[in-house]
């Protein structure tokens, strides 16, 4: 389905999640960010490239790849995105929702 | 003489061997590698804590199942030299090989989280994914009080993904028989954000827990076990008490593939999802709970995995191009307790289903719904184990691909 967000009309999925990161833009991450109550700063843009890096690699995500390979640790993950940091950070930086295996 | 090398005589290279010794003329040899003498039966694992089964029900010799023809090597693996088609033994030997099967399985790395092998560990914190930890667990429960019981898994992926939630299932019934239901408050902590990983199977098994009066704490993501105070502290500042902790630890593939410098931050061997080739040499192939592929670690899958994995180790030897044709099909029973279980089929497209199997209209096996008979179909599973599965002999009516007869589909999301 499409759904507006800071203005632009981009494809998600019925969790909120974008289909098509090509559509991402900064712009629509800070809105996300908003309804996630989260105030974007430099380091957790930093988490949000390294996201989209990692998924255009088709890399795996888990917590564990995140802090062995990531730019904060596990625990300062847990502080820049409180409470399920991995699906709220993936929201935001415009990528599907982590696939917690099977 | 070509040669043919299998990494381990678990679940799934004992099935190689025995697929592959009638396949391959006398021109290959065939030989299999293993450090244990001991074959355990690991479902049973589930069972041991609660008395359902015996010790020596689990277990049985390691050879009695490597077929004639074949040559069992009792040594550990040190290493995989991918480039010199050569596998080190921790011996010193080396091994030459045309085409190699990785099948050295996962273990538990308890090591992974900060405080389990503390004080607490083996007194009140204990696995059930190894035979010493399910036999200790057992003795520990015959005599335990009653208290809280957390029943935790650490992270995914983990073998036999539906094992915690059966062992709070089977906890709740055997405290129910034991008439001290009451003094047992039982608690479920997982690092997903519901009962199980597929959403209509976490749907159905989560009613299941809430009836059972078994709470759930999802999400839980663990930093640390604090010994002194008996907690679960997790990343984001959550706490759990327990007085007898159930974890599944971290589980990783061995560490002879961490020394190979092949696999992933978990040891998993990098594997095509449909071909079960490498993708780290192409005469090198993987099966079971070693690869990396998105099916369930489970010996249903390594059993449809070998169907397929056979077929192309004979094109690959008659130079032919592989099939494309593993599709992720689990078939597990979940003991829900008082005497039923449930059955799920899924594949890396469909969710767990509503139906019957495997006869489509007619069972006698329900998927996704609590049945006698499919506690039975659970109990079964151990002489087909034993009997038919690590011989590799066919199960009849049951297909390594999924068949979407008679079942109530939805297509995953992913
Ligand atoms: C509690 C529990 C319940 C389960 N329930 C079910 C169930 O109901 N249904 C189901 O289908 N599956 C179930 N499973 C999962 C099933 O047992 C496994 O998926 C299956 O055994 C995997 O087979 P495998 O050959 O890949 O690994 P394994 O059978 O574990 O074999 C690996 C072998 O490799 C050897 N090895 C590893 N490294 C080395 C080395 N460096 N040197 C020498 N040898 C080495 C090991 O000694 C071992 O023999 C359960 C598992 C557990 C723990």
Redesign the pocket.
């Given at each position: 389905m499409d759904k507006e967000i800071a203005g632009m009309i981009v494809a998600v999925n019925d969790e909120g999640y974008l289909t098509n990161l090509e559509q991402w833009t900064k712009e629509i991450g800070e809105a996300i960010a908003g309804e996630e109550n989260i105030a974007m700063t430099e380091q957790h843009w930093k988490v949000i490239e390294f996201l989209q890096h990692a998924h255009r690699n088709s890399e795996a995500l888990s917590i564990r790849s995140l802090g062995k390979h990531g730019p904060v640790s596990i625990k300062e993950f847990y502080v820049l995105f409180p409470g399920g940091p991995l699906k709220k950070a993936s929201r935001i930086a415009g990528i599907p929702k982590p696939a917690s295996c099977v | 003489m070509n040669k043919l090398l299998i990494?381990?005589?678990?679940?799934?290279?004992?099935?190689m061997a025995n697929h592959l010794r009638p396949r391959l003329d006398a021109e290959w040899e065939i030989s299999i590698?293993?450090?244990?003498e001991t074959?355990?039966?690991?479902?049973?694992?589930?069972f041991l804590p609660f008395d359902i089964y015996k010790p020596k029900q689990l277990q049985k010799r390691?050879d009695k199942f490597v077929p004639a023809g074949v040559n069992l090597i009792r040594?550990?693996?040190?290493r995989i030299v991918p480039d010199k088609n050569e596998v080190v033994l921790?011996n010193g030997k080396e091994l030459q090989y045309d085409i190699l099967i990785i099948?050295?399985?996962?273990?538990i790395a308890p090591q992974e989280v900060s405080g389990m092998l503390g004080p607490l560990w083996q007194k009140d914190i204990f696995d059930?994914?190894?035979f010493a930890g399910?036999k200790a667990l057992r003795d520990k429960i015959r005599s335990w009080p009653g208290g809280k019981m957390v029943v935790h898994i650490c992270e995914m992926p983990i073998?036999?993904p539906?094992?915690p939630l059966?062992?709070a299932f089977l906890a709740d019934s055997f405290f129910v028989e034991k008439g001290m239901r009451d003094r047992v408050d039982l608690t479920f902590v997982t690092p997903l954000s519901g009962a199980f990983t597929k959403p209509t199977a976490t749907e159905k098994l989560g009613h299941l827990l809430a009836e059972k009066n078994i709470r759930i704490v999802s999400d839980f993501a663990i930093e640390r076990i604090d010994n002194e105070n008996h907690k679960l502290v997790d990343y984001g500042g959550q706490e759990v008490d327990f007085d007898l902790l159930v974890t599944v630890p971290t589980n990783m593939g061995?560490?002879?593939i961490a020394r190979s410098g092949i696999g992933d931050d978990l040891n998993f061997v990098p594997t095509n999802n449909a071909t079960l080739q490498t993708t780290i040499k192409d005469n090198i192939f993987a099966?079971?709970?070693?690869t990396n592929v998105p099916a369930s670690?489970?010996?249903?899958?390594?059993?449809f995995e070998s169907e397929i994995l056979t077929e192309n180790i004979l094109r690959y030897v008659r130079g032919e191009p592989l099939k494309e044709e593993f599709d992720g099909h689990?078939?597990?029973?979940v003991e829900t307790g008082h005497g039923k279980a449930l059955l799920i089929d899924f594949n890396y497209s469909h969710e767990p289903v509503e139906g019957t199997f495997p006869f489509p209209g007619v069972g006698p096996l329900t998927l996704l719904k609590e049945s006698r008979m499919n506690h039975i179909g659970?109990l079964a599973?151990r002489w087909v184990y034993w009997n038919m599965l690590l011989k590799g002999r066919h199960i009849p009516f049951v297909t390594a691909q999924m068949d979407e007869r008679g079942k109530h589909f939805r297509e995953s999301e992913v």
């Open positions: - | 990494l381990g005589a678990g679940t799934a290279g004992t099935m590698v293993d450090q244990e074959h355990y039966y690991q479902p049973g694992f589930l390691i040594q550990g693996i040190d921790t099948a050295t399985g996962t273990k059930f994914y190894t399910a073998k036999c539906v094992a059966e062992f061995d560490e002879a099966i079971g709970d070693a670690k489970a010996g249903s899958v390594a059993h689990a078939n597990c029973f659970k599973f």
